[in-house]
């Protein structure tokens, strides 16, 4: 448990897609950073790990539908050479353009 009363994340597994992953925390920032054989590297804010744990745990479609596509952006910026960088104000704008992007391809 955390100070706040929450469960930590797992840090072995990646908060978008599940697969085995190394995820640590910066005190400095409070970034998470994620290493995922599947989504790659990307960062996220407290506020949005402890959203996307919620929602894990409570099944939250509002949360697990943009899940895959939040790996996809993940994916899509790493090859393009960059690194997705997830917060609160922005999770769902860069889910729903991930979807946009693939919708047309």
């Not at 995820?23 to 409070?30: N, P, R």
């Not at 590297?41 to 899940?67: A, K, S, W």
Request: glycine share 4%; aromatic share 6%; hydrophobic share 35%.
């Amino acid at each position: 448990m955390t100070e706040s009363g929450t469960t930590a994340p797992d840090l072995n597994r990646c908060p978008l897609c599940d697969a085995f992953a190394r995820v640590k925390k910066s005190e400095i920032d409070h970034l998470w950073t994620v290493d995922c054989a599947v989504c790659m590297r990307f960062t996220v804010d407290d506020y949005l790990m402890n959203v996307i744990r919620q929602g894990r745990e409570h099944r939250d479609d509002r949360v697990c539908r943009l899940l895959p596509l939040l790996s996809q952006a993940a994916q899509d910026t790493w090859e393009t050479g960059g690194r997705l960088n997830l917060a609160g104000e922005n999770w769902q704008a860069n889910a729903h353009d991930a979807q946009a992007r693939h919708a047309t391809k």
